[in-house]
């Protein structure tokens, strides 16, 4: 079955029902070290893994390890260009739960990210990067404790399908033609616009069930939140985009006031039934122009709109959603794409679940990360229906690759987000423990030490793992 690796010879597989995996006491788990720092911090990571599980199930729940090779690694095992073997791809499939440190990707030329290829591959459409705080970490902001949001990426379409043409490639030239001499002459909104001849080009598609399922996902973790957490932003830079990010949010308020009619609330909504809940006899014009603050000078197209949904909210969920109801309910708003980057700074407790497509998403997880103090703290997960992948945000810091420095705290943390994932709470809260411990008593990795008032000596990045498990007594 495999051509270089052996799987261990205890454990059994993780398998999935319903899209929720079914996990034996002794499961194996595909494991990818990673290029640059990778071999820094997976020994670190799974130091710290090992010792939570012992001390939580005292040998009755042990994980089975099972390398598996991508990136540098696998060229060198498997030879030039074997960045992603099949064997690798074997594995996880047959194992379904895997964790994996970051791996290279040129800019420009050479290999398309093998990242986001297994992500593709294993159809692995949720990327979900949680930003909280632990206390005692330095950070950039004043209160970095009020961030406390999920990144709800879609993981598979975007510009992250690479579908794209070099500038002067010959079929780029030829799409430029037809596009500029028959399908935007034949779009009449598109007017004269042109595309530069020397352009390169790339294809964004965002489908309605791309954006559906990772919503729905969204959703559902939502559902399993504290009460004030319970909020879905739709992040969509669709004053732009219509047709892509546009479509996104407005597939995003259809999922959820379809599927999850009873659970949800939009905003617009919600503003719609506290108008009439505060003047029960207000007419439907002047709820629109409460709504709509610049009512009276839309055109009168816009008004009908606005009026036929104000009637239609008030009179399909006044009932179930009325006098108060809603706010019981999930919260379903959206936020334009570079607002959000503002408001997650500005007002960040007003923000639980931020869904994104792949490309905000990948832009907004790294910015999140960095308010509660890094790349270092911000770990992920990549979900699909039959497969999970667990890997931190960041890359692979290669100017600190081999030195024992970096901080391991976002694959670790990827480790815990796969332990619960799993089930085995008790072991991720042992691990969330000790990290929290050692960041409140500042032993921490340079990233973290440098940030300091004081600064303090840092850790090494296998120190901080010692550090962790110190903790977990
Ligand atoms: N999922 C994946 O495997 C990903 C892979 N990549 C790939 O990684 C490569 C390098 O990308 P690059 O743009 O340098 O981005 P990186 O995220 O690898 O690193 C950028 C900077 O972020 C900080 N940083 C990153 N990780 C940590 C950590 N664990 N602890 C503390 N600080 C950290 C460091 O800042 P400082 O030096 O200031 O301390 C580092 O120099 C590229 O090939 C890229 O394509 C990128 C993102 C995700
Ligand atoms: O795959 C890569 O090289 C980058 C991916 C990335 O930045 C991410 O997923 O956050
Ligand atoms: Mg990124």
């Given at each position: 079955m495999y051509d270089k690796i052996i799987p261990p010879t205890t454990g059994t597989k993780i398998t999935f029902k319903n899209g929720e995996p079914i996990v034996p006491d002794n499961p194996i788990i595909p494991f990818i070290r990673g290029d640059g720092t990778g071999i820094d911090i997976w020994p670190a990571t799974e130091k710290v893994l090992d010792a939570a599980v012992a001390k939580a199930y005292k040998g009755q729940r042990k994980i089975s390890w099972f390398r598996v090779y991508a990136g540098d690694e696998a060229c060198d095992l498997y030879?030039?260009?074997?960045?992603?073997p099949q064997d690798t791809l074997t594995a996880i499939k047959e194992y379904g739960v895997a964790i994996k440190g970051p791996l290279t990707t040129p800019v420009g030329?050479?290999?398309?990210s093998l990242n986001v290829a297994l992500r593709q591959i294993f159809d692995l459409y949720a990327c979900v990067r949680p930003c909280r705080y632990y206390a005692g970490t330095p950070s950039p902001?004043?209160?970095?404790?009020k961030l406390d949001v999920i990144v709800y990426r879609e993981n598979t379409?975007?510009?992250?399908?690479?579908i794209e043409w070099k500038q002067g490639s010959e079929i780029g030239d030829r799409l430029i033609k037809i596009l500029n001499e028959e399908l935007i002459p034949a779009?009449?909104?598109?007017?004269k616009k042109q595309i530069p001849l020397d352009a390169g080009i790339g294809i964004k598609p965002i489908s309605k069930t791309g954006s559906q399922r990772l919503v729905r996902r969204a959703i559902k973790h939502a559902l399993l939140l504290p009460k004030d957490k319970q909020q879905v932003t739709l992040v969509h830079?669709?004053?732009?985009?219509k047709y892509t990010e546009g479509a996104f949010r407005d597939w995003g308020y259809e999922l959820a006031t379809q599927e999850f009619r009873a659970e949800c609330v939009t905003e617009r909504e919600s503003w719609i039934l506290s108008n009439k809940e505060k003047n029960?006899?207000?007419?439907a014009e002047d709820n629109a122009r409460e709504v709509d603050p610049g009512y009276d000078s839309l055109t009168p197209e816009k008004k009908a709109q606005i009026l036929q949904e104000v009637e239609t909210v008030l009179n399909t969920i006044w009932d179930t959603h009325g006098n108060g109801k809603w706010k019981d309910k999930i919260m379903v708003n959206d936020r334009i794409a570079d607002s959000i980057f503002q408001q997650i700074q500005t007002?960040?407790?007003?923000?639980?679940i931020l869904a994104t497509m792949n490309l905000n998403g990948d832009y907004l997880s790294d910015a999140a990360a960095a308010i509660v103090?890094?790349?270092?703290?911000g770990p992920g997960a990549n979900i699909g229906d039959a497969c999970a992948i667990f890997e931190a945000t960041?890359?692979?810091?290669?100017?600190?690759?081999?030195?024992?420095?970096?901080?391991?705290g976002s694959v670790i943390l990827s480790g815990v987000m796969m332990l619960e994932f799993m089930g085995w709470q008790e072991a991720a809260d042992l691990v969330k423990k000790g990290l929290g411990q050692a960041i409140a008593n500042s032993q921490v990795t340079y990233d973290l030490a440098r940030l300091l008032e004081p600064p303090v000596a840092p850790l090494k990045c296998s120190e901080f793992a010692e550090a962790i498990i110190q903790y977990f007594d």
């Open positions: 030879g030039t260009y074997q960045y992603l030329g050479g290999i398309r902001h004043k209160n970095p404790e379409e975007d510009i992250y399908l690479g779009t009449p909104e598109h007017g830079k669709g004053n732009i985009m029960p006899a207000i007419s007002r960040p407790d007003e923000y639980s103090g890094g790349l270092g703290m960041h890359g692979t810091a290669p100017k600190h690759a081999g030195l024992d420095r970096i901080n391991p």
